[in-house]
């Protein structure tokens, strides 16, 4: 059992499938009361069905990231959903288009990231007036694509959103110490999720010879993807007084893929 958890209340963004949902499977199993936001609320039902029977509590709620008013609507329900509101797992995303930036149309461009970095600006800014009270962790998905792996051509719209995640939740991190909120990054490597659905590789993309060094998704610990639980466990750790002292952070989980 983590400490610091029970009867503790989590908003978790793209709870409806992957790493989100694994996160939020396993904060209900410490006994934190989860709102599943997605954009697909059929996804959420479900695994609010799921954490029910396994004798947690959790309640959904279905917004785009990217839209400021149903996202400033969708933390206030949040918050009011338990009546507080102690941790925030800003994780939804999509990997998009990927195009060579000639290629790239400047909407594609614009769309991951409003999607990935607005909509982790957006569920931050209106979640801090319900945090600032009783202090909080706040964890933020980005990618080991927003620092240091770079062998995939056409994720360049992908990767400036990833970066910009991090930079944002260092600054948050600095801004929010003085409410006692804690704000770390995480920084997977490839997991086994859905992303594929929300991964659109253009015709361009798929005429260029990409000089891949290592298969995609090979880490020399397992040799295969991350599972999304691997990542829950992480997130659940960084929502709990047992990272307590830790805030700014930037968490590689990859098995080593972003040492290659
Ligand atoms: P996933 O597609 O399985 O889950 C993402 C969820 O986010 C989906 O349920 C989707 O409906 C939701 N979503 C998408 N756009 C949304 C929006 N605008 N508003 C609200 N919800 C939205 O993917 P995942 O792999 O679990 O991705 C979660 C995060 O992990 C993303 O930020 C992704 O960039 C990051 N990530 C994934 C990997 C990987 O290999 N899977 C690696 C590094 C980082």
């Given amino acids: 059992?983590?400490?610091?958890?029970?009867?503790?209340?989590?908003?978790?963004?793209?709870?409806?499938?992957?790493?989100?949902?694994?996160?939020?499977?396993?904060?209900?199993s410490q006994?934190?009361?989860?709102?599943?936001?997605?954009?697909?609320?059929?996804?959420?039902?479900q695994v609010k069905e799921e954490i029910i029977a396994q004798q947690g509590e959790a309640v959904t709620l279905d917004a785009?990231?990217?839209?400021?008013?149903?996202?400033?609507?969708?933390?206030?329900?949040?918050?009011?959903?338990?009546?507080?509101?102690?941790?925030?797992?800003?994780?939804?995303?999509?990997?998009g288009v990927l195009a060579p930036i000639e290629d790239m149309k400047p909407?594609?461009?614009?769309?991951?990231?409003?999607?990935?970095?607005?909509?982790?600006?957006?569920?931050?800014?209106?979640?801090?007036?319900?945090?600032k009270q009783n202090g909080g962790s706040i964890i933020v998905t980005s990618s080991i694509n927003g620092s240091r792996v770079f062998s995939n051509f056409g994720m360049s719209a992908y990767s400036t959103s990833k970066a910009g995640q991090v930079a944002f939740a260092k600054m948050a991190a600095l801004e929010l110490a003085r409410y006692k909120i804690r704000v770390n990054t995480i920084c997977p490597g490839s997991i086994q999720t859905k992303i594929s659905e929300n991964t659109h590789p253009s015709p361009e993309l798929q005429k260029i010879k990409i000089p891949v060094k290592y298969p995609?998704?090979?880490?020399?610990?397992?040799?295969?993807?991350?599972?999304?639980?691997?990542?829950?466990d992480l997130v659940a750790f960084?929502?709990?007084?047992?990272?307590?002292?830790?805030?700014?952070t930037e968490l590689f989980i990859d098995g080593a893929e972003s040492l290659l």
């Fill in 31 to 45: 006994g934190v009361k989860v709102c599943l936001l997605d954009l697909k609320n059929d996804r959420t039902e």
């Fill in 1 to 28: 059992v983590l400490p610091g958890l029970k009867d503790k209340a989590a908003l978790v963004t793209g709870a409806g499938s992957g790493i989100g949902k694994a996160a939020a499977i396993a904060l209900a």
């Fill in 64 to 95: 785009d990231v990217s839209d400021p008013v149903r996202m400033m609507q969708a933390v206030e329900n949040a918050a009011k959903s338990w009546g507080r509101l102690d941790i925030v797992f800003a994780n939804a995303g999509i990997n």
């Fill in 107 to 131: 909407e594609d461009w614009d769309h991951t990231l409003f999607v990935n970095l607005k909509g982790t600006f957006l569920t931050v800014k209106y979640a801090v007036p319900h945090m």
């Fill in 238 to 248: 960084l929502a709990s007084d047992a990272s307590s002292h830790m805030t700014g």
């Fill in 216 to 232: 995609e998704g090979s880490q020399p610990l397992e040799h295969t993807p991350g599972q999304p639980e691997q990542v829950g």
